[in-house]
């Protein structure tokens, strides 16, 4: 089951304030000072083209009689305590993806809870009546199907979808609906008369990879309604993750990968401070269209260093770097302490010579400021809005 609260901060400063019902409720930046984008945005904004990650100034002219109003994180937060103690009631196993949504395996409740549909109603009704918010709903065999059916539906959505009904309910879907598919891979499958999720699950996996080079089966099989990972409990809100956005939009590949490396080496200087490993890497990119995708692996062994994040950054983002591009982040997750390090049998002089290279780094700057030294293909920062 996957539960998402529709427009989160919005309802909740809708629940809070009875007046606001029916208007348009924009939460994000001050649309005065020009900067900054859109946290949420109500259904009745969402009509005039509002959304998250609007530009506040967009917001504001396309919405002008709408009631703008700066976040209250720990109103916010005080809420989604009480939504994740009913999901915690249901199953012990739950997987956080943000404030206001996670996955829960339902897998061995039914003694329990009973029948999956009937606990996924019942679990609607207790959200409502415990905070006075809606949440939206999706059951399915997998994670990957129950994020789509809960996106479905919204808002106000129940959406399920049965082990021998899935093909019934991805093939009609927009192929921009899967997991991965960004600007790029979308216009790419496009010109190849491939609109529809069916329309890919249709080919063979070879076709798709020889089309889609390594991401191909990933999509071929996404398209299969096929998705093993597993539910993992707190997963969704332990890593390290660093982001920037540009003050313009970027062209230049050289520049993105500058941005890529100078992340890296953020990253890498507070995993050596929490003395901490990651295995699961994810990059994070946003176009000048707003539109955000994300690419993410699990690695065999845990990495720390700059070097080690850079390299697996640039493998998964440069296949998606061609473009306007407003953010590049990178999140390391799926985290270890020292212990879980694994030396490779091979290079550990070398693997040591960058350890003890990146730890003189943080004493020269710990000594004498952030800008006292770092690497020459880091240094293109002028156009750097926040980090």
């Known amino acids: 089951m996957h539960i998402d609260m529709d ?26 000072s020009g900067r900054g984008v859109v946290s949420a945005a109500n259904y009745e904004a969402r009509k005039y083209g509002v959304h998250s990650a609007l530009p506040i100034t967009q917001a504001f002219a396309r919405c002008p009689h709408g009631v703008f109003l700066r976040p209250r994180y720990s109103r916010y937060k005080e809420i989604s305590d009480k939504v994740f103690e009913i999901f915690h009631s249901i199953s012990s196993l739950v997987e956080p993806l943000s404030i206001d949504e996670a996955f829960i395996d339902l897998t061995g409740t039914g003694r329990l809870h009973g029948d999956p549909v009937e606990l996924g109603r019942k679990t609607k009704r207790r959200i409502l009546e415990t905070t006075g918010l809606v949440a939206s709903v999706g059951i399915a065999p997998n994670k990957f ?4 059916a809960s996106d479905f539906g919204k808002p106000d959505g129940f959406v399920v979808v049965p082990e021998d ?8 879907l927009d192929i921009g609906r899967l997991w991965g598919v960004g600007p790029k891979t979308g216009k790419m499958l496009i010109d190849h008369g491939i609109r529809t ?9 070879e076709s798709a990879k020889k089309l889609l080079g390594d991401h191909g089966e990933g999509l071929w099989k996404l398209a299969h309604g096929i998705d093993s990972r597993p539910v993992s409990p707190g997963s969704g809100r332990k890593g390290i993750s660093k982001e920037t956005t540009f003050r313009v939009d970027v062209t230049d590949n050289n520049r993105k990968i500058s941005t890529l490396r100078r992340l890296s080496d953020g990253l890498a200087a507070r995993m050596r401070a929490k003395k901490t490993f990651g295995r699961t890497i994810t990059v994070k990119i946003r176009y000048s269209g707003f539109i955000t995708i994300t690419r993410s692996d699990t690695l065999d062994m845990p990495i720390a260093t700059s070097d080690d994040i850079f390299r697996e950054a640039q493998r998964l983002a440069r296949p998606e770097l061609e473009g306007s591009i407003r953010l590049l982040g990178i999140r390391i997750s799926n985290l270890t302490g020292e212990e879980g390090e694994q030396l490779p049998l091979f290079g550990r002089e070398e693997r040591n010579k960058t350890k003890n290279f990146e730890r ?3 004493d020269i700057q710990k000594r004498f400021g952030k800008d006292a030294i770092s690497r020459a293909n880091s240094l293109e920062k002028d156009d750097i809005e926040d980090d």
């Open 7 to 32: 427009a989160f901060f919005a309802a909740v400063e809708q629940l809070d304030r009875p007046d606001l019902a029916g208007k348009p409720v924009i939460v994000g930046a001050d649309p005065k």
């Open 145 to 148: 199907l129950a994020k789509i």
């Open 165 to 172: 009904g899935v093909q019934d309910f991805l093939d009609p």
């Open 197 to 205: 999720v069916g329309d890919l699950s249709r080919m063979t996996v």
């Open 360 to 362: 003189a780094l943080d």
